[in-house]
């Protein structure tokens, strides 16, 4: 099979591969639609140490059941499908409680981070286990459909504590999931949401997916009763922090930094609650369905749907984030 290597740092090249084996509880997928994720361009650079070359990246794929592992049951082979970025064991506690995104033994498809090696999407075939995998809609197009992961973040990310209809609700970041979660925010009935980006360009996209108000900086018009924080940088974190209300709630879905300063005093004196979102955790299902009803819209965030043998200068695009690039989806 045809696959997109990245062979080391800053450069990717397309690669035979063998097609993977299937063990008998997984499914063979040939992949129609694969979107490059921020974390992905993050890889690319090395900054992060979590794609190790060589590796096959993705984790943002829809596409055709090939083949199905003996023990699999209820998909066959042409079945539309999508699956979770998470491959967890399902056995450990975590797992059997249904938090399976703090499994013990998780790894990410498109991953290598020293600890495992997991090849992902980018690639005409992927091996994925049938328990992370999430039947679709006939007339959901694969492109789309491939936003389901990236959606299920910003899924999870809202029900980690879901704002009542009449709070005022911030997201601060208009990237992908910044946007996506104002989406889910509006679609879960939140009426006041405030979105602040420094890019205008975003900020534009943010009111026309259903911010009542984009503004530069929350400085402008706090406080708010939750923020949603999704950079993840000393910044925003702090901006974040501050914008909120007495007795508020601070979302932290962003991680671009791994360590940031945190204003101590301001959480503990004004008792503020500050909530880790990390993945997901069975939200696939209702991502798919806020998908196919329309009451997500991801047409207006996919830039380009190109060909996997482009993989390479897209990267090189993404990576320069000078041309107002959201997402971009490969076709293998």
Known sequence: MKALLLE????????????????????????????ICGSDIHGYTGITGRRIPPLVMGHEAAGVVERAGSAVAGFAPGDRVTFDSTVYCGSCAFCRRGDVNLCDAR???????GDYRRHGAFAEFVA????????????????????????AVAVHAVERRRPDADERAAVIGCGMIGLLTIQVLRARGVRSIVAADVDARRRQLASDLGAARALASLSEEPP??????????AATVSASIAAVRKGGFVTLIG????????????????ELTLLGSCASKGEFA?????????????????SAVAPLAEGQSWFDRLHR????????VLTP
Do not use: W
Not at 286 to 302: C, K, M, T
């Open 8 to 35: 080391e740092y800053g450069r990717l090249s397309i690669t035979d591969m063998d097609v993977p084996p299937v063990a008998p509880d997984e499914v063979l997928i040939r992949v129609r639609a694969c979107g």
């Open 107 to 113: 790894m990410v498809l498109g991953v290598s981070c």
């Open 128 to 151: 994925v286990p049938a328990r992370i995998l999430y039947h679709l809609p006939p007339a959901l197009p694969f492109e789309h459909a491939a936003m389901a992961e990236a959606l």
């Open 224 to 233: 708010f009763d939750h923020v949603f924080e999704a950079v993840g940088v």
């Open 255 to 270: 991680n671009l930094a791994p360590e940031v300063p945190l204003p101590l005093q301001a959480v503990v004196t004004r």
């Open 286 to 302: 209702g991502a798919i369905e806020l998908l196919a009803s329309g009451a997500v819209d991801v047409a207006p965030l996919i």
């Open 321 to 328: 984030a000078d041309e107002g690039l959201m997402k971009v």
